[in-house]
């Protein structure tokens, strides 16, 4: 697979084609002036001799001397750089002509050029000339056509050197500013290159580093930070991996240090059958234990790898609740505790796993609640939510604990220890359901009671 270009490189060509364009602008402009600078020169001295040329014939008389005529003209020309002059009358009579070019030749002006004023380029003999075309009405002999020329090969000639010694500046302010611009990227780019070399040093010994945002420009402010809250939520999940793990040891090893006790204590001395068929049952009530324990944390593994709920049907919250007051009756009735139902409600969703997360809120409400109170379960919709709220009297659980008891394994105390399914994973699995179905689930507690308030959609969705 083609890597994509280096951005240093990208910026370097980016650069480079910015500083192209403007100097190939600059270059091409700075030309134009000067050609423009030396053709208005030239047309202004045209146009100082054809004025000079103009008051001449105006007083020209049929009878004046041809030698005194031409001795004029040549005063005229004389004081400006090579003008070349050609004078005819109207019935073709030629009346001056300069020796250094032969102007009869330049060709009519064409329509271009006398909107332009009669002014064109002309070319003999290996030389340049820039003419000017007029006629002229004098006293006599009609019309004079006057052509007039300056030679324009110093400009064309310096013009040429000129453009060649420019566009070499160009080409060479090019090269110099594509250099200066890598050089600039690399050093632009040291403060990243120090970040990624902090980052590369980063090993999950080292999840406490920070990178501090005051010493990075502006621009990569956002980039540490968002490393640093990177390294925030690794540092809370490997925690949590790390509490987790201790605590799966400690509850695994519970039960298995009471079946090895048990055993070993049975197997000290020979007994009878009913001895060991006790000892039998008090194992299988731990291996029990353990197998449920076994199912919750497959259960919550599941859960994080696939968070959209498996099945998809409609379900009738009311008739949930009630099948579950149903299974939970005689244990309630046994603590002295009334289960009351308000409320109805419809939704999509997992029933099985719905029906568990209900069943652990109700079974841990029933076993905080104190006698001769209730269990309620309030049910309420509105067009495109459920609230479920399981609220019961009892101890109030301490704020600090409040946004912890969702954590797996987390206990609040000894007085609640065995919540849920019993090993501290029952509230972490009714979490788990309710972001699955794309809920959430808020608890509160108080002196009057604790309460879990479930709000999912009444349809599915992908969890957030």
């Not at 014939?57 to 041809?66: R, V």
């Not at 005529?69 to 050609?86: A, N, S, T």
């Not at 090969?153 to 594509?178: A, S």
Request: glycine fraction near 4%.
């Amino acid at each position: 697979m083609k890597h994509p270009t280096s951005l240093a490189l990208r910026l370097t060509l980016l650069f480079s084609a910015v500083a192209t364009v403007v100097l190939l602008a600059f270059g091409w402009v700075i030309e134009r002036s000067i050609e423009e600078h030396f053709a208005l020169e030239d047309i202004k001295e045209l146009k100082v001799i054809a004025q000079a040329v103009q008051q001449s014939l105006t007083t020209l008389q049929p009878n004046h001397d041809l030698t005194r005529i031409k001795q004029r003209f040549d005063d005229i020309l004389v004081g400006h750089h090579g003008p070349v002059l050609y004078i005819r009358s109207a019935s073709g009579k030629l009346l001056y002509s300069s020796p250094e070019a032969d102007l009869s030749l330049v060709p009519p002006p064409s329509s271009k050029q006398r909107s332009q004023g009669n002014i064109q380029q002309w070319s003999h003999a290996k030389r340049h000339y820039r003419v000017l075309t007029q006629q002229i009405t004098g006293e006599s002999n009609g019309p004079y056509t006057v052509v007039i020329a300056v030679v324009i090969d110093f400009h064309l000639h310096f013009i040429k050197n000129f453009r060649y010694t420019l566009w070499l500046m160009v080409i060479c302010g090019i090269v110099i500013m594509g250099l200066m611009s890598w050089i600039a990227v690399r050093q632009g780019h040291r403060p990243l290159h120090r970040i990624v070399e902090q980052i590369s040093q980063t090993s999950a010994n080292e999840l406490n580093s920070r990178l501090d945002p005051t010493t990075v420009p502006a621009e990569l402010t956002e980039l540490a930070l968002s490393f640093n809250e990177l390294l925030q939520r690794m540092e809370e999940a490997f925690s949590r991996l790390s509490n987790f793990s201790a605590d799966i040891a400690h509850e695994l090893r519970t039960p298995v240090t009471n079946m090895m006790t048990q055993t070993q204590v049975a197997l000290s001395q020979a007994r009878n059958a009913e001895a060991y068929q006790e000892v039998l049952y008090s194992n299988m009530e731990e291996y029990e234990r353990m197998a449920q324990m076994i199912s919750d944390m497959l259960f919550l593994a599941q859960a994080d790898n696939t968070r959209q709920p498996p099945n998809a049907e409609a379900i009738n919250l009311k008739s949930e609740v009630h099948n579950l007051f149903d299974y939970y009756g005689a244990w309630a009735e046994e603590c002295h505790v009334s289960l009351i139902q308000q409320g109805d409600a419809h939704l999509q969703g997992d029933r099985l796993m719905l029906r568990r997360a209900l069943s652990n809120l109700l079974s841990n409400a029933i076993r905080y609640t104190p006698a001769d109170n209730s269990v309620e379960i309030t049910l309420n919709h509105t067009k495109s939510d459920v609230l479920i709220v399981v609220q019961n009297p009892g101890t109030p659980i301490p704020t600090e604990h409040l946004y912890k008891i969702f954590d797996r394994f987390y206990r609040t105390d000894p007085s609640r220890q065995r919540s849920g399914e019993g090993a501290g994973l029952g509230l972490a699995i009714v979490k788990s359901i309710v972001e699955a179905h794309g809920g959430t689930i808020i608890a509160t507690s108080n002196a009057i009671g604790t309460q879990f308030r479930i709000s999912l959609p009444r349809e599915m969705r992908s969890p957030p």
